[in-house]
C-alpha cells in the first residue's frame, strides 16, 4: 500500500509504500482484488491504520455515487481502472475493481499484475485524526479521508496487495490450465495433469459463456473428490 499522507494545514505529503495478495484467480478478465490498507500493522514509517478508519470516508464517497479513484503508482493523470466496491472488514479496505483492458495503461497494468511484477495496492488518503505513541514511536491514523486507491510496485505496509486478477477466460488449452492449477491453485505436476485432463473436458462449451472458468471449477469438485478417494 504506497500511501500518500497530505498533513492539515497543505503540508507537502510524503509517499509511503504498503502491503496482502495480487495474485491470478478466475473468470472476469481485468478484474482485479485485494486489500489497499491493512488494519493495525505498521508501516515502514511507523504509521498504524486503526480498524474503522475509512468509515467515514466510504459514507462520504456512496453519498457520491462514486468510489476513489483506480490510479496507477498514485500519477492523477494516469487512471487505469474503475473500483466497483470497497469495504471495510477484520484485515482492512478490501477493494474490488475492473482495469480498463482498452486503454493503454489499463493494458498494461493487467499485464504487469498477470506476470506478478506488480502486486501491490496503495491508498492516496489525508489523515483527519491520529494519535501519536511516544513510547513505541509510531501515529495511529484513526479517521482517514480517502482520496484514491492505486496499483504500485512498492506496498509501505508489506500487508497491502492484490489477492486476485481474474484471468482464466484467455485460458485455451489443456497445457495452459494445468500451469494455471499448478501456479495459482498450488498443485502439483502429477495432480494438476490428472485434474486438468479431467476438468478441462469436463465443461467444453462453458470456457467460452459468461460463467467463464467457474463452470469448470465447480465440474472439477467432483473430480476432486474422485481423486481423492484413488489409493
Known amino acids: 500500500m504506497n500511501r500518500i499522507e497530505i498533513k492539515k494545514g497543505g503540508a507537502k505529503g510524503h509517499l ?3 502491503p496482502h495478495g495480487f495474485k491470478a484467480v478466475a473468470d472476469q478478465p ?12 505498521e508501516d515502514y514509517y511507523g504509521d498504524i491504520v486503526a480498524p474503522g478508519a475509512f468509515t467515514q470516508s466510504l459514507m462520504d ?3 457520491r455515487g462514486r468510489l476513489p479513484n483506480m490510479l496507477w503508482q498514485h500519477d492523477p493523470g494516469v487512471p487505469i481502472g474503475v473500483w466497483k466496491e470497497m469495504r471495510q472488514d477484520d484485515i482492512g479496505l478490501y477493494c474490488v475493481g475492473q482495469l480498463l ?5 489499463g493494458q498494461e497494468a493487467y499485464e504487469y499484475a498477470l506476470a506478478g511484477a506488480v502486486d501491490g495496492l496503495s491508498i492516496g488518503f489525508e489523515t483527519i485524526e491520529r494519535t501519536w505513541n511516544s513510547e513505541t514511536e509510531t501515529r495511529t491514523l484513526t479517521i482517514i479521508d480517502l482520496w484514491e486507491v492505486s496499483m504500485a510496485t512498492f506496498p509501505a505496509n508489506d500487508l497491502a496487495r492484490i489477492d486476485g486478477v481474474k484471468a482464466a477466460n484467455s485460458i485455451k488449452t489443456i ?5 494455471w492449477l499448478r501456479d495459482e491453485g498450488g498443485f502439483s505436476h502429477d495432480r494438476a495433469k490428472a485434474i486438468a485432463s479431467h476438468g478441462f473436458k469436463a465443461a467444453p462449451n462453458s470456457r467460452d459463456e459468461n460463467g467463464g472458468l467457474s463452470d469448470v471449477l465447480g465440474a472439477l469438485r467432483d473430480v476432486r473428490n474422485n481423486l481423492n478417494s484413488q489409493p
Open 16 to 18: 509511503s509504500v504498503v
Open 61 to 63: 464517497w456512496k453519498q
Open 175 to 179: 497445457r495452459e490450465f494445468e500451469n
Open 30 to 41: 481485468g478484474m482485479i482484488e485485494g486489500y489497499g490498507s491493512v488494519f493495525s500493522n
Open 101 to 105: 483492458l482498452k486503454v493503454q495503461a
